[in-house]
């Protein structure tokens, strides 16, 4: 197993060095211009920044080869990812801040999804061409149909017009106040799970309708097995494994989609981060993001391939 | 027993694709109705709009549903109807061309990488993991915050981004196709690679790479209309969807929430019936995903 994960972490390796020298390159293609944008609005900054320090902090006075040294060099060394063009502040500062927000947003999204999923998919499955079993199937395909940001538009706008309620826009740290949190956290984390679930729920059922017509499951209906034990313990652990992987590739939906839904509710995550470095043009900023997420991301798939040796024994990991 | 059963002496029944389409996946059928009354509406916008998407009236300000204004006005007194069908317009503008372009890219990519297999494979999908590794959303906000913001910049952008992305199932197809008994025919009596390309596996390949397109289409709807919520869409006063649930827009919501239905509903609509329709094509056009949903 040890073998096995080591040898997974260095596949990832070039896989990494790729996405970083994407992430290296979008930085390079920003046009001259935008510097001079950078400066027209150095008026309302707190320091003056010359055309000079600007190119200088964007590490484009060297050639370019020298530049991913330099800056790949500072991140494996130091785990530096460059400052702040407005503030000064190192940029790891700024995602220490907003990373577990984020991820606190895409588990609970994860936990919804999973929950409303998990029961109507297997549902739907066990009673195949029923009527619940096409009132499931036609939620899912209209959940996925319905933008998350519209969703969140008319879960703050409605209940404010009916009910004269909205959510909280001071945003409390879980371990501030674990309850305060949650409940602020709960309502955008459905919104966001909502599109996730959808997609799990019509996996669910397909590979469910599979395992169910195989012989094993037959085996098990004729030694006399109740049905919660046949469809628990012999079909669902065999149907989860797709399920798995496919909710390891919605790793980056969540997160990207995080962005669109803390921007509705108001929540202080990588999102807001990077939208308001994407207005001030603070490119270290967005290049961190970036780069944080795309890891991030491989190591949730990583992860995901890690769990199958958990759900089933065939799976030898060497 | 070889007796071979008697079939029922049935109508002929209609082969053609449209037929089997109505006939089979009926709510596929109606997707596609939708979007190609989407598709219509959009082309002849400047005829089928009541006003114009940008005429100002104050004196209609904040107005709800009525005769003269289905969809009810905003803040300007603009009439939502005619915004939305405007709206209509550069969705099927960006939808259109962003996926046509993505799947042209699928499909150099993915036959490419596929048929040749080997080293080339190899790194090319060692380029596509770290591109796929970075949220779609992330990579549009940063990818526009350079280019900044526009109509080209946001089709090209998106069509890199998908068209990557589907290379992984072109591939897919091409990997199957690859092995077959007449690519190798066509290989041994000395058929140049472009040709068997162009005759043997593209044509085999065509299904999937249809049914890709389909679905992107409402991919890059709902992309485009995020992203323009986000204030980094085309710029105003360009009524998309999108941009209409957002921005000044959003603070009047609570005094007229039709604002805020009907862009939503608009999208909702072109999406489903995109997936409806997606399932559809491939359920027929692909033998292998019958009975499967």
């Not at chain 2, 915050?145 to 526009?150: K, Y």
């Not at chain 2, 109509?151 to 998908?162: D, E, G, H, S, V």
């Not at chain 2, 209309?225 to 980094?232: D, E, H, R, T």
Request: glycine letters at 10%; proline letters at 6%; charged letters at 15%.
């Amino acid at each position: 197993m040890r073998g096995y994960v080591i040898r997974r972490l260095l596949a990832l390796l070039p896989t990494l060095i790729l996405a970083s020298i994407i992430v290296f390159v979008t930085v390079r293609l920003i046009p001259g211009d935008v510097i001079d944008m950078m400066l027209s609005q150095n008026d309302v900054a707190a320091d003056k920044k010359s055309r000079e320090d600007i190119i200088a902090a964007l590490g484009m006075d060297k050639p370019m080869w020298q530049q991913y040294f330099h800056w790949i060099s500072a991140i494996v060394l130091h785990g530096d990812l460059g400052t702040s063009l407005w503030q000064g502040t190192p940029v790891t500062e700024h995602l220490r801040a907003r990373l577990p927000v984020t991820f606190q947003l895409g588990f609970i999204a994860l936990v919804v999804g999973l929950v409303i999923a998990l029961p109507i998919g297997i549902y739907s499955a066990i009673r195949q061409d029923t009527t619940g079993d096409y009132l499931a199937r036609s939620f899912s395909i209209l959940l996925l149909a319905v933008p998350s940001f519209w969703l969140g538009t008319m879960v703050v706008v409605f209940p404010s017009i009916w009910w004269g309620w909205s959510p909280s826009v001071d945003f409390v740290p879980f371990f501030t106040d674990p309850a305060a949190n949650l409940s602020q956290m709960v309502l955008p984390g459905i919104v966001l799970g909502a599109a996730l679930s959808a997609i799990t729920m019509r996996l669910t059922r397909t590979m469910m309708l599979e395992v169910l017509r195989q012989d094993y499951i037959r085996t098990a209906w004729a030694k006399g097995l109740g049905e919660r034990l046949v469809i628990v313990r012999h079909a669902l652990r065999n149907a989860m494994i797709p399920v798995v992987t496919l909710v390891g590739l919605q790793a980056p939906l969540l997160i990207g989609g995080a962005v669109i839904i803390e921007q509705i509710f108001v929540i202080p995550d990588m999102g807001l981060l990077l939208l308001d470095a994407v207005q001030q043009r603070d490119y270290p900023i967005i290049t961190g993001v970036f780069l944080v997420v795309g890891v991030a991301v491989m190591l949730i798939n990583l992860m995901v391939d890690l769990s199958y040796g958990l759900l089933d024994p065939k799976v030898r990991m060497r | 027993m070889s007796a071979v059963l008697p079939l029922p002496a049935t109508k002929r029944r209609s082969n053609s694709f449209i037929a089997r389409l109505w006939r089979d996946k009926p709510l596929g059928a109606l997707g596609g109705v939708v979007l190609l009354l989407f598709l219509v509406v959009g082309v002849f916008a400047p005829w089928v709009a009541p006003y114009d998407y940008n005429e100002i009236a104050p004196l209609d300000r904040m107005q709800g549903p009525s005769w003269a204004h289905w969809f009810g006005t905003d803040n300007l007194g603009r009439d939502m109807l005619s915004r939305c069908i405007y709206g209509a317009q550069l969705s099927v503008i960006i939808g259109c061309s962003a996926a046509a372009l993505a799947t042209l890219i699928s499909g150099l990519i993915g036959i490419i990488s596929g048929y040749f297999g080997g080293k080339v494979d190899m790194v090319v999908q060692r380029v596509v993991d770290a591109w796929m590794s970075f949220p779609d959303l992330i990579v549009l906000i940063v990818v526009v915050s350079v280019l900044g913001p526009g109509m080209p910049q946001i089709i090209f952008t998106l069509a890199l981004l998908l068209g990557i992305g589907g290379s992984r199932i072109v591939r897919s197809a091409v990997v199957s196709v690859r092995e077959h008994m007449y690519v190798h025919a066509a290989q041994s009596i000395g058929a140049g690679t472009g040709r068997i390309l162009w005759r043997h596996v593209l044509p085999n390949v065509l299904p999937p790479i249809i049914v890709l397109f389909t679905t992107r289409v409402g991919t890059v709807i709902l992309a485009e209309s995020g992203l323009s919520f986000l204030g980094l869409g085309v710029p105003p006063p360009a009524p998309t969807w999108g941009s209409m649930l957002s921005g000044s827009g959003r603070t009047y919501m609570f005094q007229g929430p039709w604002l805020a239905l009907a862009p939503g509903l608009c999208l909702t609509a072109v999406v489903y019936a995109t997936n409806v329709f997606g399932d559809a094509l491939r359920d027929l056009l692909d033998p292998r995903m019958r009975g499967t949903r």
